[in-house]
């Protein structure tokens, strides 16, 4: 099978350099020179038209003449010739290539990207990149790449689409004290890409935690179907989060969209924790590689200052790891060694005169409580103890309380002497940051690792009673009308079928029609235009509320009409639609994009004209089993308004939650027709009164 290679080729036994260079300083030259610095100790077999000796290794004219099985060839020679090595490869066996060259699909030139992997298909090897750095491993002492030297030994393998990156973050490993176990540069991805790589790193022993920087995920349900089933943590940063792709999209869901909010909730669908920058990576993917996930929500600060303490406690609340004070008992325990001017509560403060000897006992009684989850530990140097006493301390203390499933994350703050001791920290075992907010970012990291995993422990069921049949058969309809826009009468029958709750409804084309509906209806009505070139009805003056009469039918009939003729003129109107007055409550939107990587994603948020101003929204990837839905309600700025502020009663959140359930299994289900949809407003009453939706709007997939 093709996936076995895999292993052959990021873990070689023996390796072929093809386009190997005589020249010093000229990639080919580098790869070998590399490859003997780094003392691999496989076999290598530089390929060479006509030298005889490089580096003081035999050269081979080619492939065929290696008299040995060859488990993978590095590939640096002109991209035009690419092909032709690789089908040579082919022909000796080898199972996978590392095609460093670049000049294919990053450039354009997509043709000769396939005619490789037709090669690769053809003879059953795999392929990392083109346009790639490398590999570089320390547990393999392996540095089959153009850079040098292999990086500061860590637990952390680093997967990268960015070889530059993987070059710069391979030396400035050494300056954030977090070192890498495997740099894995995959380049343009034409075969080997981000998930076939954490699936096997998942097995590789030295990888405690694994690494991504990512400008684009290709196959997104592959990916996510990947990372839901590594264990150990993994970390990512994606680039290229900012508005621009948002622009031009026609619903409010897309507009609020953007990359930013889908891969988000892609990552969380995934289990993977993302990093809000390159420094944030580094700083959370050590922590991460060296400590216990932080299963409960009770953090402690130990600190030997005020300030610093103070400046964590800012910081906790504001990574989401808010501090509370520690319980009585232990506060109790701490008061018997601790002098009556240390404080207790959590920071706990030992003051300025702390050495180990009250360090040592503090920590340990601090991390074994069971109240305690996880452990910021901060030490400002001054002129008194010696920071690596107190490094060495730590490690004593969480040694001696013989816990090791919560988190010790560290910050020294002051001058070389801390320095030292923080080296000396993460060599035994304990992230430690020259700020105490690193510190602080690192556990916060550790906490939504354990978050993480939690919620994909989770496998509740997905809303299943919606009529498919009913919403296809409405959709087949505007198909065949060349439409890709449904009608607001359309789209509400659609939400119907998978029993969300909209406002009764019927299409007038008269105005006796409009006054025959409204009398069924019951007042009061609201009117609304209903027209295929009209997607903003308000801005059209083709919303008239509140109508309390037959004769105020009557006239908003004509209004709307004519408001709308006059706002385009051009605009196709095919009638009137007359809709039961909903009550007005808190109004919320609800909406849907379906991705192309990552298929259809949920959007809530709080409605209403601000909207987009705002952008009080939250994503999830669909579908939503009920839990998740539950869980979306929190993760809006606005929160709070649904348990009722100032005087107002609690809104309807079980309602709400349903809601967001069966919409989210109606835009699964319907993900090869619907691209865009959304529900805005949404009203949302009190406490058992349930939920309304008075205007929806689905886009359909042009494409098909
Ligand atoms: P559009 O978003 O296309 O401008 P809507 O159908 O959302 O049009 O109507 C505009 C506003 O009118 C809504 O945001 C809502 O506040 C109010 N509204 C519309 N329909 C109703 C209704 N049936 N009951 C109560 N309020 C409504
Ligand atoms: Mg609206």
Same mark, same amino acid.
């Given at each position: 099978?093709? %996936? ?10 023996? *390796? ?72 040579? /490869? ?8 590392? +095609? ?18 037709? *090669? ?30 292999? !990086?500061? !030994? ?54 405690? /935690? ?30 290229? &989060? ?23 909730? &892609? ?6 924790? $993302? ?17 216990? !996930? ?5 953090? #402690?600060?130990?600190?030997?200052? %005020? ?16 501090? $509370? ?35 040592? !006992? ?63 920290? +993460? ?16 556990? #916060?990291?550790?906490?939504? /690792? ?17 009529? @498919? ?34 406002? $009764?409804?019927?299409?007038? @084309? ?32 083709? &919303? ?114 349903? &809601? ?13 027709? *619907?691209?865009?949809?959304? #529900? ?25």
């Amino acid at each position: 099978m093709l %996936g076995d290679n895999i292993h052959f080729l990021l873990q070689p036994r023996s *390796i072929a350099i093809v386009g190997v260079s005589t020249k010093p300083g000229k990639i080919g030259y580098l790869l070998l020179e590399n490859i003997l610095q780094g003392e691999y100790p496989g076999k290598v077999y530089p390929i060479h038209p006509s030298a005889s000796e490089i580096l003081g290794l035999k050269v081979y004219p080619s492939i065929h003449s290696v008299p040995e099985e060859i488990d993978a060839a590095l590939i640096s020679v002109p991209a035009k010739m690419v092909p032709q090595m690789a089908e040579e /490869c082919g022909k000796k066996g080898v199972k996978g290539l590392i +095609v460093i060259t670049s000049g294919f699909g990053e450039v354009g030139e997509h043709d000769l990207e396939n005619q490789l992997m037709d *090669i690769a298909h053809q003879y059953n090897m795999r392929v990392l990149g083109p346009n790639v750095v490398g590999i570089l491993s320390n547990g393999d002492r392996l540095n089959a790449s153009f850079i040098a030297p292999l !990086p500061l !030994p860590g637990k952390v393998s680093m997967i990268s689409q960015s070889g530059a990156l993987l070059a710069a973050l391979n030396l400035a490993s050494h300056s954030y004290r977090a070192g890498f176990e495997k740099l894995i540069s995959v380049g343009n991805m034409a075969d080997i890409d981000f998930a076939d790589v954490i699936g096997w790193l998942n097995q590789d022993e030295g990888t405690h /935690c694994i690494a991504l920087y990512a400008e684009e995920i290709k196959d997104g349900k592959r990916f996510i179907e990947a990372a839901g089933k590594v264990s150990k943590p993994i970390i990512a940063l994606k680039a290229g &989060v900012s508005k621009h792709g948002a622009a031009a999209a026609a619903s409010h869901t897309g507009s609020l969209a953007g990359t930013a909010k889908v891969y988000s909730a &892609v990552f969380e669908k995934a289990g993977v924790i $993302q990093a809000t920058g390159l420094g944030n990576l580094f700083n959370r993917s050590l922590a991460l590689s060296l400590q216990a !996930p932080m299963k409960g929500d009770h953090l #402690a600060i130990v600190t030997n200052g %005020g300030g610093v303490g103070v400046l964590s406690a800012d910081a906790a609340e504001h990574f989401g790891v808010p501090v $509370q004070f520690m319980p009585e008992d232990l506060q109790e325990e701490l008061r018997q060694f601790l002098p009556p001017f240390a404080s207790t509560k959590n920071p706990v403060d030992l003051t300025g005169m702390a050495g180990p000897d009250w360090y040592l !006992p503090s920590l340990r009684k601090t991390l074994s409580h069971p109240w305690v989850d996880g452990l910021v530990v901060l030490f400002t140097e001054g002129a008194g103890h010696d920071p690596v006493e107190i490094a060495k301390t730590i490690r004593r203390a969480v040694d001696e309380s013989g816990v090791n499933n919560k988190p010790v994350t560290a910050s020294f703050i002051g001058g070389d002497r801390s320095e030292k001791a923080m080296k000396w920290l +993460v060599e035994h075992g304990i992230p430690a940051y020259n700020v105490p907010e690193e510190a602080i970012d690192a556990l #916060a990291g550790l906490h939504e /690792c354990a978050k993480l995993k939690k919620g994909m422990a989770f496998s509740g069921e997905i809303y299943s009673n919606g009529k @498919t049949e009913t919403a296809l058969a409405i959709i087949q309809k505007a198909r065949s009308e060349n439409r890709t826009v449904l009608s607001e009468i359309e789209a509400h029958q659609v939400f119907a079928s998978y029993q969300l709750p909209v406002a $009764q409804m019927n299409l007038a @084309t008269s105005e006796e029609d409009a006054v025959k509906i409204a009398r069924e209806i019951n007042y009061p009505v609201a009117m609304k235009i209903v027209s295929p070139d009209i997607l903003h009805k308000s801005d059209a003056g083709g &919303v008239k509320v509140n109508i309390q009469d037959d004769v105020g039918v009557r006239e908003a009939y004509h209004s709307v009409i004519e408001n709308a003729k006059a706002y385009k003129p051009s605009a196709r109107i095919q009638g009137v639609m007359i809709q039961e007055m909903a009550q007005s409550g808190l109004e919320i939107i609800l909406g849907s994009v379906n991705d192309p990587a990552f298929g259809p994603a949920i959007m809530f948020g709080m409605g209403g004209i601000f909207v987009e101003v705002l952008r009080d929204v939250t994503f999830k990837i669909a579908p939503l089993t009920l839990e998740q839905s539950n869980q979306m309600l929190d993760e809006i700025r606005g929160a709070a308004l649904l348990d009722g502020v100032r005087g107002e009663a609690p809104r309807d959140r079980q309602a709400l939650a349903e &809601v967001l359930f069966r919409y989210s299994s109606l835009v699964y289900d319907l993900a090869e027709e *619907i691209s865009e949809s959304d #529900a805005n407003p949404a009203f949302v009453y009190e406490e058992g009164q349930g939920v309304r939706i008075v205007d929806a709007r689905i886009l359909l997939n042009s494409n098909k």
